[in-house]
């Protein structure tokens, strides 16, 4: 019985969880000590920015809007309810989170045969720090882990199950269905009933949960503030996320604070829109047949969720006061998301993988660079310099890790490079959740 219960703790990779936060206060420690940081998480300390709004949702339901106020409505119900349900403090609901986003990962990290320090990885990345605060990305990375595992098993249940969950915590109708259909075309090996029908299934369930989790977000805004589309009104009309022209360079709130964050985002998921566009011309050019590049259900629907990400965030994210179309809040949606996750792991385990692939893609980093940051952003930073040389530094400081993180692709056995990686992700977590209890904004 005894070696059953070790065997279990070790396939749900419990030594490696401790091990990671043993580093985590060992690296805190170390960090306050030399005045890094110096906040330690407590109540009343952890509900900043959409977190305040949840926190109203769960303990007063929805307050509707007015000329003066945006009311409550611009928010998704179902973290709230989970707040509402437990009846937690700021700080209880927090651990709840982690323990949420612990299980989701492992999920991932199970079905997708993750190394361990790959799941240890993900735990100290810096946009993680999300996990251990009030917001909904915990709840929201377990749904989609729970679906992702649906599609990797063909278990329609789990699908259902997961995409209703996300679907009632963040609003991702316009990601996801796009994301099925993508994940649908890749499958279908032939225009024959026998091939299409099993596809046909599993996009309706899909949809069907989207629709359904949809309907019951509409549904709880119409009882509790008479609009159903109080949610839409608001992010349409008052946050003006609108249709507009990307206006470049892109920029983010608090400019070069925050850039490498929202602009590392922004390369990942340019970088998973290039990978969408080879998959679907290697399956058209091979006539339905399954593409060189590979893949499987879950990667293809992780792209196509990031290349709708990439499509909002040029096309209906706001511009900024200081110019530029902001990547605001880019590293929350797309880092401490299941579909970074899984899509990164994917291609970093892919043994078929030529190197000169990596090459290509630091190369569209590279080009892309000058996409980023504009002159108010390093202006505004006597940290970098003039504007000429500060832009060049600033870049090369973005780079550089996506460099050293890609050139590990295929490299199995765990090296001083995973573990130098794990550790800078770790300090950098640890010090941005220190801004993040001050109330200074990271996403």
Not at 254 to 277: H, K, P, V
Not at 394 to 417: I, V
Request: proline share 4%.
């Amino acid at each position: 019985m005894s070696n059953k219960i070790i065997t279990w703790f070790r396939k749900n990779y419990f030594p490696y969880i401790l091990l990671h936060l043993i580093l985590t206060l060992a690296a805190w420690f170390f960090l306050q000590r030399n005045g890094i940081v110096n906040e330690v998480p407590d109540n009343g300390k952890m509900a900043h920015w959409d977190a305040g709004i949840y926190q109203s949702i769960a303990g007063n339901g929805y307050i509707d809007y007015d000329d003066q106020s945006n009311g409550n409505v611009g928010m998704y119900p179902g973290f709230p309810f989970i707040w509402w349900l437990t009846d937690m403090n700021d700080l209880g609901i927090s651990l709840l989170n982690w323990l949420f986003a612990v299980i989701g990962i492992v999920l991932l990290a199970r079905n997708f045969e993750w190394k361990p320090w790959q799941l240890m990885l993900m735990l100290a990345w810096p946009s993680s720090m999300f996990f251990l605060a009030p917001y909904g990305e915990s709840l929201f990375l377990l749904g989609s882990s729970i679906a992702l595992v649906g599609m990797h098993r063909n278990n329609l249940r789990l699908l259902f199950i997961g995409l209703f969950i996300s679907a009632t915590v963040r609003a991702i109708g316009m990601f996801f269905l796009p994301a099925l259909l993508f994940m649908a075309f890749m499958q279908i090996q032939a225009w024959n009933w026998q091939s299409i029908k099993p596809v046909l299934r599993q996009f309706a369930v899909g949809f069907s949960a989207l629709l359904a989790g949809t309907f019951t977000v509409m549904l709880v805004q119409w009882i509790q503030v008479g609009d159903p589309f109080a949610y839409f009104y608001i992010q349409f009309v008052r946050c003006r996320h609108l249709f507009t022209i990307p206006e470049f360079p892109l920029t983010t709130w608090d400019s070069y604070r925050l850039l490498w964050l929202d602009g590392s985002a922004f390369w990942f998921c340019l970088l998973a829109f290039l990978g969408c566009m080879v998959w679907g011309l290697q399956k058209l050019l091979r006539k339905m047949q399954q593409p060189a590049l590979g893949g499987s259900t879950a990667v293809w629907f992780a792209a196509g969720y990031l290349t709708m990400s990439l499509i909002f965030l040029l096309f209906y994210n706001p511009y900024d006061g200081l110019g530029g179309t902001t990547l605001y809040a880019a590293n929350r949606y797309v880092f401490a998301s299941p579909f970074f996750m899984i899509l990164l792991m994917w291609f970093l385990n892919r043994k078929e993988t030529p190197s000169y692939y990596v090459y290509i893609i630091l190369g569209v980093i590279l080009l892309t660079i000058p996409l980023l940051g504009n002159d108010t952003s390093f202006n505004a930073s006597p940290l970098w310099g003039s504007m000429k040389d500060g832009k060049l530094f600033y870049r090369l400081f973005m780079f550089l890790p996506w460099a050293f993180l890609l050139l590990l692709q295929g490299k199995n056995k765990f090296t001083f490079q995973w573990a130098l990686l794990y550790v800078a992700c770790l300090f950098m977590q640890l010090y941005i959740y220190d801004a993040y209890i001050k109330g200074v904004w990271i996403g």
